[in-house]
Every structure is written in structure tokens, then in C-alpha cells.
């Protein structure tokens, strides 16, 4: 779907653009707590960055960058900070997502640990989204094409 | 919030609506559905959702608009009824 035009004007102003997009998208993470924002919009942020390095390049550079199997590292990472952040709770006695009981593992108190642990959780989330997000557009736009990419 | 802002707003939400629904180019649906996303954005901001319009300019008017013109590309562009 996606060819490549060589259009420098938009091609510069993309790569220009992208590392601001997602120092944005990690700022909205890390002051999801005293703003709006947090995990899922960042994510979609991150997500959107790289998006748009695929429009203005094409699928074949954007693949080139994130290659399909590195993609789905990505998706099970987040999950995994995610619930393996739930499950240390729960082996340091607590119950699962009990943030406070991280303290124990941590140089902090227990508030502090409750926040660490929703920023540990957020993080999970925000991997996840971003790789999910470049997975459904690069199918909706590849239609299942491009096999040699994936390997 | 100013009343006569909420007004233009409103009626504005309106028409994008009736227009995406009503149009026969599906390309030009899509993209006024992103336009409508991004007015409720503000209606959500002025009304103080300030998370949930975040959420609405993020998703709505930005990445969903790019899915939706992605998976036009792969059918026609005209629709049929």
C-alpha cells in the first residue's frame, strides 16, 4: 500500500519530528501521576511516532527499524512488567497489584513504594500499547504482505 | 464555560456526525470522523474531562483516522448505498 515516494521535505520533517513525539509520550508516562496522561495515552503517542515514520517512508524501512519478531518481544515484555510487577506482590506476602509491599524490596517506604509501583505498572502498559498499536496498523496497511520481512 | 463557545461546538459535532454517515467518498468519512473526534476533544476539555480528552485526541482523531484510511486503501473507495 505503502510506497515510497522520495519526497524530501516530508521525509526529513518526519525523522525530525519523531524524537520529539516520544520524549512527549515519555513525559506524559512519567507525569501520568500529577497530569493528565499516563501509560495508555503515552503508549498511543509512541505508538503514533512510529506510525508516522512508516508514512512517510514506507512498510519495508518501518520493518527495517522494528522488525516483526522484535514487535512481538515488545508485546510480551509489557505484559510481563506488568503482571510480574502483580506477581512480586504477591510472593512478598501481599495481594496481587499490592504496591506497599514492594517496600520490602525496596530502599523506600511503603508510600513511596505504592508509587513506584503504579509508574513499574504504567511502564508495563506503556510498552504494550506501543508495540500493539504499530502491530495493527503494519497489518491493516501490509494485509498480511511482505513475508520477507519477517524473518 | 462560555455559552456561545458551546453552542458553535455542539452544532459543529452535529454536522460532522450527520456528515460522516451521509457521505459517499469513504476517504473523506474518515476524515471527518477524525475532525468530529477532535471537537469532542474540546467539548471534553471545556467540560473538564481533561484525561478522557486526552484519551479522545490521542486515539479518536489521531491513530484511529490513520487505521481507518489504512484499511480503505484495501477496498473501494466509493460505497455502494
Redo the contacts between chains.
Sequence with gaps: MIRRHEDIIIESLARFLTPFIQAFALYVLFLGHYSPGGGFQGGVLMGASFILLVIAYDIIEGKRRITEKFNIVLNATGVMVFSGTGLLCLILGGEFLDYSQLAAILPVGPEEARGLGILAVEIGVEITVAAIMVSIFLDLASAGEHEEALK | MIWQFDLILLTLVVICAVAAITVKDLLSSAIVLGAYSFLMCLIWTGMGA??V???EA??GA??ST??FV??I??TTRRTKD
Excluded: L
Aim: hydrophobic content about 60%.
Design positions: 481533561v484525561d480528552a486526552f484519551t490521542t486515539v489521531g491513530v490513520v487505521f489504512a484499511a486503501y484495501h
